[in-house]
């Protein structure tokens, strides 16, 4: 499953580019990106997992931009 997130108060280009580092090596990633300029970001993850994923990868970016917020 392949869904697309806002996000807010995402404040520099390189916490960007650290969660999106993160983000791909939680267990059943299979691709994310995270665009500081649009404030966006992309997770594509295990179908049968997808909100658990989504519970680790929300943790993994308030360790890297406390501040950051993805809307879901």
């Not at 499953?1 to 108060?9: I, V």
């Not at 650290?18 to 990633?29: L, S």
């Not at 406390?66 to 809307?71: F, G, S």
Request: proline fraction near 1%; hydrophobic fraction near 45%.
């Amino acid at each position: 499953m392949k869904k697309k997130f806002n996000l807010e108060d995402l404040d520099c280009a390189n916490c960007a580019a650290k969660m999106e580092e993160a983000i791909k090596k939680i267990d059943g990633v299979k691709d994310a990106s995270v665009n500081f300029i649009i404030q966006k970001m992309m997770v594509d993850a295990d179908d049968d997992r997808f909100e658990a994923i989504m519970d680790e990868v929300v943790k993994v970016c308030a360790k890297v931009e406390p501040d950051c917020r993805i809307l879901r």
